[in-house]
């Protein structure tokens, strides 16, 4: 068969589309097949090269991003301006989250470490799709807040163990 007909009648499965991945991410693994396709409208694919910054400590956030191939590292600075890693992502992670709730400062710096294609999706677009599809929206939103649930969690449980052993350690040292 002729190379240039031979593809036009096949469609890529739906595990090959932008909806299905979305739909393997944590904060959107609850949406129907609808759901995410509409989802796939609202997103941006931006392409990086390794060493290339996605944003920067101190920045504004505008959106989160999910990481559809490649690595990125995140790091923050320390109390001497060193850059400490916390994190090394890779096809799948997310991470920015935070910033599509509230307009703040980001508190690390997430770099390419190789070719990476991420997945942005911004508050402005998710804001537009409030008022004008507000059940998807309310979803999308109700994903997003049981993953922010799920991480402060963990956070607050990591804290509780690294203060109970800070306490044994300081017992150990007293008489």
Known sequence: MNPLWSNI???????GTLAYFLGTVPTFANLGRRDLSFLATLVHIRNYNPGETVFSEGD???GMYIIRSGKVRIEMKDEQGQDQIQADLETGDFFGEIALTTPKHRIATATATEQTVLVGLFRADVLDAIRKHPAIASKILLGLTRVLSERL???GLRLREQSYAHLDSVNKDQP
């Not at 009648?9 to 595990?15: A, C, L, Q, S, V």
């Open 60 to 62: 504004i956030g505008s």
């Open 9 to 15: 009648f096949r469609k890529p499965g739906y595990e």
């Open 153 to 155: 969690q963990h956070a």
